[in-house]
């Protein structure tokens, strides 16, 4: 079965500080995806960033930037010089096949607090 | 991109009522659309997936009777929580896959989501 495993519950960093939200999964399909979203106070999940397995070039994207290693089942995010406006729980994903086809598993949600 | 719409955004009901949510695909046919529970605090878990033309599969625990999903149209599918209770109070969230999205089958769109409260 699949598993998204976010151990950090809660982490709270000051402003221009950078801060990386870890994520560890698991799987026995050899193609998967990987995500990130942001969930902010609204509710709605904004897309961060999506990864195939076969496909381990890390990413960056502006402050965002995402280390996938296959060796250790982890696909983690850090941003740098982070911000306010950052503040949010996010969400890393897995999308595998499964009985009856691709399901997406959400972890349990990292929440984000910047302080000014 | 493509835009997933969900109606309404928020819904307080009485204990007993039955509540409908609509989940549209605005710009693209989703042959697939996914049911989503979001307790506060809490992560999302998958409720159903929901197939066009065919009966929604259920994740295990999620009560079919009580949460019935119909998906009629490539672009419309719907999530009616019946004879509602306070403990189904949650956020739904859908979402749906593009299947010609040229990003094959990983590409989900989430709508915004409906906060439900059932008084």
Known sequence: AQKVTQAQTEISVVEKEDVTLDCVYETRDTTYYLFWYKQPPSGELVFLIRRNSFDEQNEISGRYSWNFQKSTSSFNFTITASQVVDSAVYFCALTAFETGGFKTIFGAGTRLFVKA | GAVVSQHPSRVI???????????????????????????????????????????????????????????????????????????????????????????????????????????
Not at chain 2, 45 to 56: F, H, I, R, V
Not at chain 2, 87 to 99: G, K, L, M, Q, W
């Open chain 2, 13 to 119: 009901c009485k204990s007993g009522t039955s509540v409908k949510i609509e989940c549209r695909s605005l710009d693209f046919q989703a042959t697939t659309m996914f049911w989503y529970r979001q307790f506060p605090k809490q992560s999302l878990m998958l409720m159903a997936t929901s197939n066009e033309g065919s009966k929604a599969t259920y994740e295990q625990g999620v009560e079919k009777d009580k949460f019935l999903i119909n998906h009629a149209s490539l672009t419309l599918s719907t999530l009616t929580v019946t004879s509602a209770h306070p403990e189904d109070s949650s956020f739904y969230i859908c979402s749906a896959r593009d299947p010609f999205s040229g990003r094959r089958t990983d590409t989900q769109y989430f709508g915004p989501g409906t906060r439900l409260t059932v008084l």
